[in-house]
């Protein structure tokens, strides 16, 4: 297995550039200076071609919903892509002492570079900054370490832009309705990412002075939960004109109580982009219009960002010599206008 050399991995983790001061002075006083072409274009960027070989090792939670079971496929799929990609591949867990394990394990492993999704990003905090001390570089996929010391890179998704864009959907599609209403159905109350998607949401809606959220109900991402939670939410409110639905796992239980109830009077948004959803959005035969993107596909992306890592290399269309150091995802509204484009990306 290939391994970087010591200075170049500081150099990798701290995002140096390696450039001689003399490579610095001719640049500063040749006259042929401004006939050259920029430094930037000349760097070094991750393509399609084979490069050094990268061994990548990739630890996740466990994939006990539709959307980390996403995760893991979008990972394996895109280090097939690519020859010099070996990619190690942990089984994962929910629990903090064993993920922990595992990454550890691959820290011992010498893998190259780290692809961590981590159960709980406050709790694994030290296993990143233990890897990065190792001389290992930390792509931090999703939920974020406490420190950003623990890792080279960190790609995730934008719960606040998944709530802000589900309502100015909501918003520009009741803009000429007086007094409209609108309920919530949240995830778990206790995650960040739940309380961002809610202040997204409340935030787009003060746009929309004719908007008011009458109702909010915390599910738990699971069918059942959605199921129950909606027909609460049913019961209380005889009649309002849309649903946001922050998660399409338990959006499948919210269709099927309110198809149980006969209700057909709003619209509804939901969101992550499961196939179903995208399915039902496509054949319009149901009150759900549209879904905001929490895309899977981070994945494959911190694949080819550790893949490019390994390979000393910067990212294709950026200037820079080395790949950034964050990376926020944008979460996109899926109508039946656009589905077709999405689609492929629909996890199940």
């Not at 920029?38 to 466990?62: E, R, S």
């Not at 623990?150 to 959907?169: P, S």
Request: glycine residues 10%; aromatic residues 6%; neutral net charge.
């Amino acid at each position: 297995m290939a391994r970087t050399p010591a200075t170049s991995r500081r150099a990798l983790l701290f995002g140096t550039a390696a450039v001689s001061a003399g490579a610095l002075l001719t640049a500063c006083t040749s006259n042929e200076a401004k006939d050259q072409e920029p430094a930037a274009d000349n760097a070094p960027v991750a393509d399609d071609k084979p490069g050094k070989p990268v061994t990548i090792g990739f630890a996740g939670p466990q994939a006990d919903h539709g959307w980390l079971n996403a995760i893991n496929d979008n990972a394996k799929s895109r280090a097939k892509k690519y020859s010099d990609v070996t990619l190690e591949i942990t089984e994962g867990s929910n629990d903090t002492a064993a993920q922990i394990g595992q990454i550890q394990t691959l820290i011992n492993k010498k893998v190259d570079v780290l692809v961590i999704l981590p159960a709980d990003g406050k709790a694994l905090t030290q296993v990143g900054l233990q890897a990065m001390r190792a001389g290992i570089p930390v792509i931090n996929l999703d939920r974020v370490f406490a420190s950003p010391q623990a890792y080279r890179c960190w790609i995730g998704g934008d719960n606040y832009g998944m709530g802000l864009n589900a309502g100015h959907y909501i918003g520009e599609q009741l803009k000429g309705k007086k007094n409209a209403k609108v309920v919530e159905l949240a995830g778990l109350d206790n995650l960040e990412l739940t309380q961002q998607r809610t202040k997204g949401f409340d935030d787009a809606l003060k746009n929309y002075p004719n908007i008011r959220k009458v109702a909010r109900q915390a599910a738990d991402f699971t069918v059942e939960s959605g199921q129950a939670k909606m027909a609460q939410l049913l019961q209380a409110q005889s009649n309002f004109d849309a649903l946001w639905n922050h998660d399409d796992d338990q959006g499948v239980g919210a269709l099927r109580a309110i198809d149980q109830a006969g209700r057909d009077d709003f619209l509804m948004v939901g969101g992550a982009g499961a196939k179903s959803a995208m399915d039902a959005i496509k054949a319009g035969n149901s009150v759900l219009k549209a879904t905001v993107l929490y895309p899977p596909t981070m994945a494959a992306s911190a694949i080819d960002l550790a893949r490019a890592l390994g390979q000393s290399k910067g990212v294709g269309g950026l200037a820079e010599f080395e790949i950034p150091s964050s990376l926020t995802l944008y979460s996109a509204v899926v109508t039946k206008d656009n589905v077709d484009q999405y689609l492929p990306t629909g996890f199940i």
